[in-house]
């Protein structure tokens, strides 16, 4: 499994707002087994203190069928000093996948959140399958894990006529479809203080 995700408007974004679109994606593919799952992840969000609050990523499709809660703890966050007049550009590494699927973060100054997750450790599978008939949309909603749940963004993905894609069984492909309200509540349980969910 494969996943991109970005974020844009709080309406649909249309083919002249083509450089938010653009910047905004999904991909996600099915091989069958939560082993053969990966994903890979863009949004437009830079966390403020990673390394203290940690990150939480809730992914689920229109449905309700598929549902993830990734926490990224603030232990494995890392930041070079930054050069000066720059923000601190955050990167997550857990090559052992000790945390869960997330694999690794990258982060730069656009902002810009680019994920990589995969289902190869059994002991944290990647549970987010494809084997309906269509997802019909999918978001995803991304916050630093502390009270106030900060700088929250979320975003759902729907293939258009505009932006092209895919939703079948095994493949999921959108470009950003529309920008939600980021402090509404995820429609199930994702929080800082439970164990990994997914």
């Known amino acids: 499994m ?7 408007g709080a309406m649909p974004v249309h083919a002249g ?3 938010a679109a ?3 994606s999904l991909v996600i593919t099915d091989a069958g087994t939560p082993e053969q799952r990966k994903v890979a992840l863009r949004i437009a969000f830079r966390p403020g203190g990673a390394d203290a609050a940690g990150v939480l990523v809730a992914m689920w499709n229109d449905l309700l ?23 601190v550009r955050w990167s ?12 690794k973060v990258v982060t730069s100054n656009l902002p810009s959140f680019t994920l990589t997750a995969t289902g ?24 630093e894990s502390n009270p106030f749940q900060t700088n929250p963004v979320r975003v759902r993905y729907v293939p258009t006529a505009a932006h092209p894609g895919t939703d ?10 529309e920008e939600l309200d980021p402090y509404s509540p995820v429609p199930f349980p994702c929080s800082a203080s439970g164990a990994f969910l997914d």
Do not use: M
């Not at 997550?92 to 694999?103: E, I, K, N, Q």
């Not at 549970?127 to 916050?143: A, K, N, R, W």
């Not at 079948?168 to 479809?177: I, T």
């Open 92 to 103: 997550y590494r857990d090559p052992t996948l000790s945390a869960g699927p997330v694999l």
């Open 65 to 87: 069928t598929d549902t993830v809660c990734w926490r990224l703890p603030g232990g494995l966050w890392h930041a070079p000093p930054p050069p000066p007049h720059q923000n």
């Open 17 to 19: 707002a083509r450089s």
């Open 2 to 8: 494969i996943v991109l995700v970005s974020i844009l």
């Open 22 to 24: 653009d910047r905004s």
């Open 120 to 143: 190869k450790n059994p002991l944290q599978p990647l549970q987010f399958s494809l084997d309906e008939p269509s997802q019909q949309g999918i978001t995803v909603q991304v916050f």
């Open 168 to 177: 079948k069984p095994g493949h999921f492909r959108a470009k950003l479809f």
